[in-house]
């Protein structure tokens, strides 16, 4: 019996045989292709204009990303403690990233008391830091000692999106307050329009609001999460937002779009960011 050759069949096939249905098939995915990437292009731009509009109107949008880790204090004196011998070490005070510490004011049924925010001005900032610490003495502590203090109830990745309202240097407080809004959006872009709307109409001059996007959150969904942050508890209630006549517009513009996963109030207790 002789060889067997895909040439063979399409050199014996009609027009409408083998040959036609493969550059038919090649034509259909190559414009598939095409047509992706211009509803994603046309996504992204549409998030760009939000993204400018927001740009042009608030004090500052810095970008940052990082990691939050959620724990249990068994200890809460010694996660301070050790937050400070491990920022005082010659590996943390060469780290480009810094620790903030909240405590959770309100947290539903989630067990956790504490929130550690890992804030770092880059991807590679962070790269340097994770490779410093796997090398690290100084960070081996820091974990051993964080283990006898805790226990570890979650964690996730995220970024700035350069989206806020308000200027940061409102809020004053070395304890400040704030809501956490964790979401899963489908249309981000029509999210940060009607918020835009909402809160540069409504938020009080004392608050600051940022929009950060979430990359990985384990098994939740959140792709975003809203922080609202005054400077304290009574700052954060009474901001008249709560109370505008363009709260009911805003919730039913974006309830086709969003789902909120959790809204936990948080205090911040201690923040080891670089003096300026």
Known sequence: MGGFSLSCITEAAPEWGLKNQLSSSTDQIIQQEKDFKMKFIKTLKSFGIALGI???????????????YDFVATNPAGVVAALDKYMASPTGRSNPGYPILNQYIVNGTDAATHNIVVVFPSTEAMDQANLANALSADWAV???????????????????????????????????????????????????????????????????????????????????????TANNMTGLMTDPLNESRGWSEFIEDVGDIRSIISRNIVMQLKSYAPSM
């Open 54 to 68: 927001t740009l042009g109107t608030t004090a500052s949008a810095q970008e940052f990303m990082g990691i939050a």
């Open 142 to 228: 820091f974990l051993s000692e964080m283990g006898d203090a805790t226990t570890s109830a979650g964690e996730l990745l995220y970024q700035s999106t350069g989206v806020s309202v308000g200027s940061q240097d409102a809020v004053t407080s070395s304890n400040p307050v704030s809501q956490w809004v964790t979401m899963s959006v489908a249309e981000p872009s029509e999210y940060v329009e009607a918020w835009l709307e909402l809160a540069e109409d409504y938020q009080g001059d004392d608050v600051f609001s940022q929009l950060i996007a979430i990359g990985a959150d384990g098994r939740q969904g959140a792709t975003h999460n809203l922080v609202i």
